[in-house]
């Protein structure tokens, strides 16, 4: 770890606010371990519990919520990171840290807020989780009193920065979210009145370049969700491996995902998944067996996608691959593995028609929620949120303290809150 640590400068560790080292009987951290404790210990990542990840936490006791995969996301990153010699706090830290901005009922919530926010910026949740690092998580103020989020070092904010352009520099819109939800909006990593907090930990950074660290935490989250949507499917008895209609799975792969792939591709990739050794030959049947088949499938395949791309990256590069230096390589038959699993997610789990109804609710919600919180703030906003209400210069800074306290909710709290303001209406 030292020669990692090695790799790292002083403008890598830097903070925004400066800090005093820590009393001398507190255990001793180096900053990248104390920016994963920051992380973990924030109000939004244990939110993360009670989040939406493809279907809502209540509605099963097995299936994923946005804590459970940001802990796996991890894991992953973690791993793979220790293999190609990155800093594993820093890319774990960014995997935790990944979807802390994400609103109620996930991207459904995320393509609502956009809309409503459309006056002050827009909404992303890549933004938002920037805006909550630097500025709504209580942990450090700067010298004029105003919140520096958790002040995390430079290094490893940048990691957290999936999409490192503004909105004005922001990509057409195109494809679909990991739970299916059109992209609507375009895809940016920092509001407007963000930009000082974005432009201190982008310096010396080149534009719209991610670290590798950044690359590292975003394929993570890619294996993460194609391999365990696919595992979810299957013990929900959605998604029998067995007996796969290949034709339709393949028809949502281009809706979706990858419109120029051909059938013969698409057939190929899936052979190659069959003749994995932990691929299922029975179908599920919810035995203790069963289950740890499902589970050793979901390792390999999880080892198989890191492997391929370690081996990938090694080959184009000799490093380091810290920060700027190198840049992840992902085989194309390995992306187009990925794709196929989430195609069989896809078509299997997310077009249900019971959920694009539900979905359309969650929409209707949020919209009723922010038009009652603006009639009624700051009175009825929580008490950090007032201050900010208080101190906003325009109806615009308004609004997008509005739309930061409803994306601060969770799931269960946003009907809760809707329930309890719109009562009697």
């Not at 802390?100 to 926010?117: Q, V």
């Not at 006056?119 to 009193?145: H, I, M, P």
């Not at 490093?319 to 194309?332: K, Q, S």
Request: charged fraction near 30%.
């Amino acid at each position: 770890m030292e020669v990692v640590e090695e790799r790292y400068g002083a403008a890598d560790r830097e903070r925004i606010v400066p800090e005093p080292p820590k009393r001398v009987d507190a255990p001793e951290r180096k900053p990248f371990e104390r920016d994963r404790a920051r992380v973990v210990h924030a109000a939004s990542f244990r939110r993360l519990a009670a989040k939406t990840q493809v279907v809502g936490p209540q509605s099963d006791d097995f299936v994923r919520n946005r804590l459970t995969h940001s802990l796996e996301v991890a894991q992953i990153a973690r791993d793979l990171s220790r293999a190609l010699g990155t800093h594993p706090d820093i890319a774990e830290t960014a995997a935790l840290a990944h979807d802390l901005g994400h609103p109620p009922f996930g991207h459904n919530g995320e393509r609502a807020l956009n809309r409503l926010a459309v006056d002050c910026g827009g909404f992303e949740g890549n933004a938002q989780t920037l805006r909550l690092l630097t500025r709504l998580e209580a942990k450090t103020s700067d010298a004029a009193g105003g919140s520096a989020g958790l002040n995390l070092t430079r290094a490893t904010l940048d990691a957290c920065t999936k999409y490192p352009w503004p909105i004005a520099d922001a990509p057409q819109p195109g494809g679909v979210h990991s739970d299916g939800m059109t992209r609507e909006g375009t895809k940016f990593g920092v509001y407007d009145d963000d930009l000082p907090a974005f432009r201190w930990l982008r310096q010396g950074a080149p534009d719209g370049r991610r670290c590798v660290e950044a690359q590292v935490m975003d394929l993570a989250d890619d294996v993460a969700y194609s391999v365990h949507d696919v595992e979810d499917g299957t013990v929900a008895g959605k998604i029998d491996l067995t007996r796969l209609d290949s034709a339709a799975v393949w028809q949502t792969v281009r809706a979706w995902y990858a419109p120029d792939t051909t059938d013969d591709a698409l057939d190929d990739m899936l052979a190659r998944l069959r003749r994995i050794g932990s691929w299922p030959t029975t179908s599920y049947d919810g035995n203790r067996g069963s289950l740890a088949a499902l589970k050793n499938l979901t390792s390999d395949l999880i080892g198989r996608f890191c492997g391929a791309v370690q081996q990938a990256t090694f080959a184009a590069s000799d490093g380091p691959f810290v920060r700027y230096h190198a840049d992840l390589v992902i085989p194309e038959e390995t992306w187009a593995e990925i794709t196929a699993l989430k195609g069989i997610a896809a078509y299997y789990v997310m077009q249900a028609d019971e959920r694009v109804a539900l979905q359309q609710r969650q929409r209707e919600l949020l919209a009723e929620l922010v038009t009652v919180l603006l009639d009624r703030a700051p009175d009825e906003l929580d008490e950090t949120y007032r201050a900010d209400w208080n101190a906003a210069a325009d109806d615009a800074g308004r609004l997008r303290v509005v739309i930061d306290q409803v994306a601060s909710l969770t799931d269960a709290s946003a009907r809760g809150w809707h329930a309890r303001l719109t009562e009697g209406r």
